[in-house]
């Protein structure tokens, strides 16, 4: 890297210095602080590299092509997706193993509820913003291992306090890795693919809720008598652990991944984005043997070459602007940092992300989608948690469950039934999912979104009429099928709404937004199921009813190109 000691002196103190950041540029030239970051990031690579094809970012993007790399890309960031869903649900089927282990109130029982959100809260947003800084993949890996390492050890805790607090920081790695690995796995995609991919990655949720069914079915009812070889005979701390090896399992697969080329692009590291689209067309095109451009410059770069005629695109900044690089100040690289000033600097880059995303045209949208983001949350993760409660009590007392809330304090323990009723209704998502794919690049985000919600609303509204178990299974089964769908839209739309540099911080910012309402929606739910379970179903069934109004609001962004 060009660097320059702005004042001159030989002190000791610029003898290095660290990658300066493009709001501390200061340029008398007639290009932007933006250019003049990469100027001086990049004009050593540039004179390095003077042969070869030179092209823009989208073009030796598309240049990769589409094939093995995406599908590879899919299994991973779908393991990880997968991880998320089961860190929510093993939750909500050990409630009746923690009412009955630790006599637990249902109060207590709701905590733990939401403690997980609390967490996800804030991983969400803190992980998010730091993504934009710091990279994708490393934050996707911290993520993932305190999610896997506090979820598991939260297995091996005695005490109910002790519990919660693990949950709580087992929620803060949950609450990073999905919006993260969602923005990650989106830079991957090509414009005309990107919708259905995203609906698949979504499908590995379902998956998740799949396999977190299926082993509460196969460990936690107490006929099965796995206590020989579950931790202090209790067979819901084993369900703990096996619920937490994919988070493990899938950050030490991300050890392997490249970082996305999207965002080191957007941090000026060319030749790094370079390198990585390299691996991803000798993945999809083992055949060819050479990628067809050796450099990547930014679009502005190329209008201005165009503009002059020049004949050799690989003309670099230092030879099209002479010495003007000189003007830009740089910083001197410190040899340590103090604690304090690594947390204050978190604090300042959440600040800019947040301002970056409530920023002009984008603050309309932004309240939109904080709007939709909260109303699925609210009733979509109630409703799911709550769900097999209200199986319970429908089968404990042969008939509605908001009917049995005179005799909901006769707790029962639940038997395989439940667990199996529980397994139906999340294997009613993958219709649901498989609809999304094949629709969603050819309706776009928005029409899914809107006659979801409604739908989502309905399927709520008929859990307060139903008369029996079989009902109640059927609806929701109805319910999980079109929240899925609202999810899967939400998880295209909301990366095409925003920039590279704030996609994941905008990604973190909503994911803490839907957190808040989810721990709002248990809360609710939690008061209220023992005793008359209609409040609950009626407020979730009229957030959805505002969500789908809010859906109408927000910009279609079907093919568009991420900013």
């Known amino acids: 890297m060009t660097t320059v000691n702005p004042s001159g002196n030989s002190d000791e103190s610029y003898s290095s210095y660290e990658e300066i950041d493009k709001s501390e540029l200061t340029f008398d030239g007639s290009i932007s602080n933006d250019e003049a970051y990469l100027l001086v990031n990049n004009d050593d690579d540039d004179d390095n590299n003077d042969n070869g094809a030179a092209a823009t970012y989208e073009e030796a993007f598309q240049a990769t092509g589409f094939g093995k790399w995406q599908f590879l890309l899919l299994l991973q960031c779908g393991w990880a997706n997968a991880s998320d869903a089961m860190e929510i649900m093993c939750i909500s089927l050990t409630i009746s193993s923690l009412r009955e282990s630790l006599k637990l109130s249902s109060q207590q029982l709701t905590w733990l509820v939401i403690v997980l959100f609390l967490g996800m809260m804030v991983g969400g947003y803190l992980w998010g913003t730091l993504a934009d800084s710091w990279g994708r993949r490393q934050i996707v890996i911290f993520s993932l291992a305190i999610n896997g390492i506090f979820g598991v050890g939260s297995a091996f805790a005695r005490s109910y306090h002790v519990i919660l607090v693990l949950r709580f920081f087992s929620g803060i790695g949950a609450g990073g890795s999905l919006p993260v690995c969602f923005s990650y796995f989106s830079e991957f995609q090509p414009k005309e693919k990107r919708g259905a991919m995203i609906s698949a990655l979504a499908t590995f949720w379902m998956a998740g809720n799949l396999l977190t069914a299926g082993l509460g079915y196969a460990i936690l009812p107490s006929e099965r008598n796995l206590h020989s070889i579950s931790p202090f005979g209790q067979p819901w701390r084993f369900f703990i652990i096996m619920c937490a090896v994919p988070s493990i399992s899938s950050s030490l697969f991300f050890i392997l991944m490249p970082e996305s080329p999207k965002f080191l692009m957007q941090k000026g590291r060319n030749v790094e984005a370079l390198n990585v689209l390299k691996r991803v067309f000798m993945m999809n095109h083992p055949n060819k043997a050479v990628f067809p451009y050796s450099k990547i410059v930014s679009e502005r770069h190329q209008s201005i070459f165009k503009a002059q005629k020049c004949e050799n695109p690989s003309l670099s900044y230092s030879q099209l602007y002479g010495d003007k690089r000189l003007h830009c100040i740089c910083r001197p690289k410190r040899l340590c940092y103090s604690v304090v000033g690594f947390f204050v600097s978190i604090l300042d880059s959440i600040k800019h992300q947040v301002m970056a995303v409530c920023a002009g045209a984008e603050r309309i949208t932004s309240v939109m989608m904080v709007v939709i983001y909260f109303c699925i949350a609210f009733s979509g993760y109630s409703v799911s948690m709550w769900l097999p409660t209200l199986m319970e009590k429908a089968e404990a007392f042969s008939g509605s469950p908001c009917a049995a809330h005179n005799m909901s304090h006769q707790h029962k323990n639940a038997t395989a039934q439940v667990y199996l009723d529980v397994l139906i209704d999340c294997a009613a998502q993958l219709p649901a999912n498989i609809f999304t794919i094949l629709v969603i690049d050819i309706t776009g985000g ?45 998880d295209v739309v909301t990366p095409e709404m925003y920039e590279t540099s704030v996609r994941a911080s905008a990604s973190g910012f909503l994911t803490a937004i839907s957190r808040i309402a989810s721990v709002m929606g248990n809360v609710i739910f939690g008061l209220y199921v023992e005793e008359d379970c209609s409040v609950p179903i009626l407020n979730a069934s009229i957030v959805l009813f505002i969500g789908g109004v809010a859906s109408f609001f927000i910009p279609n962004t079907k093919h568009i190109t991420l900013k």
Request: proline residues 0%.
């Open 446 to 490: 928005k029409i899914i979104l809107i006659i979801s919600f409604i739908a989502s609303g309905v399927s709520v509204l008929f859990m307060w009429l139903v008369k029996n178990k079989l009902q109640v299974v059927i609806m929701g089964a109805v319910f999980n099928a079109f929240s899925t769908m609202v999810w899967n839209a939400l």
